[in-house]
């Protein structure tokens, strides 16, 4: 039950959403990433995660596993975020793109990354170790009853931590799922009335579709407090995890997510996530999930 990404190299494998009570009626969400193939110019593409793995879209005009097209209403407003889900997760080390530059943002933290996403504005850094996805990656999580795999939850231009972190064949399919072991991102909100609104569902929905689903009793969400960057932008913050999920699949595991929402300039209201592993031996500190949360501005700012 992962998250899910996807680049016209490869992606991981998607979850759906369904209305209820981690989301407004009809809101779509993103899961995680699985792969696609390269076919013409590159456009945005879903990724989601699912009960075992995640999809990625992140490729245009080219045939993508069971594509999700309705995956970029989850990032919320945005027409150009259109875009199918496949399955990919990552690799350990860094991955960038020729037209990843970020826009000449410099990282706030000496020796971090900056992660800049053009259709949102938000810009953050993460630690060297982390990975750069395209900024026309988008990752998602479905719910897996779901045949269509509506999105429940999703960012786009996401950096991601060891994208092939844990690989396994859960639905005994013959093909691999690779699964990331975190990742965060940003994504406009076209459904959320208000910051604390995106914050707590945002947080839920990644944990639920990532790592508990169908159980939702799993899910622990925090309530939104205020919370106010380094760079002075003001919001809501939330978090949300999970506890007792049964390692009934080699890489199911428990996890946790953070989201941060906010109304930028135009009055628009803009999220950024981080969603991982917990309870592992590499689970992202909170501590360094917070540093990365500080270092969250607006391009230019």
């Known amino acids: ?6 680049h016209p190299e490869g992606g991981q494998h998607p979850h759906h959403q369904q209305p209820g009570p981690y989301g407004p009626p009809g809101r779509p ?3 995680w990433n699985m792969p696609t193939q390269p076919a013409g110019p590159a456009v945005p593409v879903p990724e989601r995660r699912g009960a075992a793995a995640v999809v990625a879209v992140v490729a245009a005009a080219v045939v993508v596993v069971a594509a999700a097209v309705t995956g970029y209403l989850v990032l919320g407003g945005d027409g150009d975020d259109s875009a199918r889900p496949p399955a990919v997760t990552g690799s350990s080390a860094p991955v960038t793109d020729d037209a990843r530059t970020d826009a000449g943002e410099q990282p706030t933290v000496p020796g971090w990354r900056t992660v800049t996403n053009p259709r949102t504005g938000i810009v953050f850094d993460v630690p060297p170790e982390w990975g750069l996805r395209p900024t026309s990656w988008v990752s998602y999580v479905a719910d897996d009853s779901d045949p269509e795999e509506i999105p429940l939850v999703g960012f786009s231009a996401p950096a991601m931590l060891k994208e092939k972190w844990c690989v396994s064949d859960a639905d ?3 093909s691999s799922d690779e699964t990331w072991l975190a990742a965060a991102g940003s994504r406009a909100e076209g459904v959320a009335r208000t910051p604390q609104e995106a914050a707590r569902d945002n947080a839920s929905l990644w ?14 969400k925090g309530a939104a407090e205020p919370y106010t960057t380094a760079s002075g932008i003001t919001g809501s913050v939330a978090t949300a995890s999970s506890t007792g999920v049964g390692p009934e ?3 199911d ?3 946790k997510a953070t989201a941060f929402a906010f109304k930028n300039p135009k009055g628009d209201i803009v999220s950024w996530t981080f969603v991982g592993a917990k309870g592992v031996r590499e689970e992202v500190p909170d501590k360094t999930v917070q540093k990365i949360l500080s270092t969250v501005r607006l391009a230019g700012g």
Do not use: E, H, N
């Open 172 to 174: 005994l399919d013959g």
């Open 249 to 251: 699949g080699k890489c």
């Open 207 to 220: 944990v639920y579709g990532g790592y508990t689903q169908p159980d939702k009793a799993r899910v622990t």
């Open 253 to 255: 595991t428990d996890g």
């Open 1 to 6: 039950m992962w998250p899910g990404q996807q």
């Open 29 to 31: 969400q993103q899961p």
